[in-house]
């Protein structure tokens, strides 16, 4: 289902962005996990395999620290298992990269019983979209030779909401509100399946078309993600594949959404998914805003 994400924030911005509420409902700032800021690479075109930032409890890395309290952690995407036993992750067999919310307990690939927030970054300029938050999975898998252990992670899906479905039949299960965000991730306090109840679809989410760019992984600029007009533009790539999207695209009607009035470099962040301009505007009341660093 899902293939490609955006996450162009530098680390430093991450973790300003991924501010959340503990028990007592004192926000937090979570700090990256000892050298994993350098591992994470911003992008406008992320493709499963490429790491991103994920927020997770402090205790799946150390026992003693509270249940809610957060941490930053570059994993990869794509769950490898920690039973997998080739040396190679690549030899990975299983389709991982999305795990379906009905089954993912009762699935071989998925049976590590821990949960996560994997925030995919949908937004771009402290004044621009929020962050998507998105619940997931993941596990720490060991080379069975040695080596150094690889954390990856995998998104969940749930059935896709009214106004996606003439995109596709299935959509991330987003974590809507700091709330959902707090409960899903304490799992010292809040139990397996009452977390569940958290993946149900959510009709929050707006969209555009954008160019057939983002087919190719090697592709990063903010042209992967800038709004196309189908009726007066040409897509860069003129293969018969991508002139068949384009046809599914036109047939499908998809809702645009509306541009904020943005400076110039604020419009070359726009974003392929995005929350509701009401909630962003609750977002950056309750943020505390910082210069944006290089990238």
Excluded at 61 to 78: H, I, Q, T, Y
Excluded at 197 to 215: A, G, R, W
């Amino acid at each position: 289902m899902c293939g490609r994400t955006a996450c162009t924030l530098a680390p430093d911005e991450v973790s300003r962005a991924c501010l959340y509420r503990n028990r007592t409902g004192r926000r937090r700032q979570p700090r990256w996990r000892d050298g994993d800021a350098d591992k994470y690479k911003p992008s406008y075109n992320k493709s499963p395999q490429s790491q991103s930032p994920v927020l997770l409890s402090q205790r799946h890395f150390d026992k003693n620290a509270p249940a809610d309290e957060c941490v930053l952690a570059s994993m990869r995407w794509g769950l490898v298992p920690a039973w997998f036993r080739e040396n190679d992750p690549n030899k990975m067999q299983y389709s991982t990269s999305n795990c379906r919310s009905e089954n993912m307990l009762s699935k071989k690939s998925y049976k590590v019983h821990i949960f996560l927030n994997h925030p995919r970054e949908i937004p771009a300029e402290w004044t621009g979209w929020k962050l998507l938050t998105i619940a997931g999975l993941f596990d720490c898998w060991t080379p069975p030779s040695g080596g150094e252990p690889l954390y990856t992670y995998s998104v969940i899906t749930v059935n896709a909401s009214p106004n996606l479905q003439s995109i596709h039949h299935r959509m991330p299960a987003i974590l809507d509100g700091e709330e959902e965000v707090r409960k899903w991730l304490d799992f010292g306090e809040v139990k397996s399946v009452d977390a569940m109840k958290l993946l149900q679809s959510k009709d929050i989410l707006t969209f555009h078309p954008v160019s057939s760019l983002v087919n190719n992984s090697r592709n990063n600029s903010s042209d992967c993600v800038q709004p196309m007009d189908l009726n007066s533009k040409k897509v860069s790539d003129s293969s018969s594949g991508s002139k068949m999207m384009m046809s599914w695209l036109k047939s499908s009607t998809p809702t645009k959404r509306k541009e904020p009035e943005t400076n110039e470099k604020n419009e070359e962040s726009t974003k392929k998914l995005c929350k509701s301009p009401g909630a962003l505007k609750q977002w950056l009341q309750g943020a505390n805003k910082a210069p944006k660093s290089s990238v």
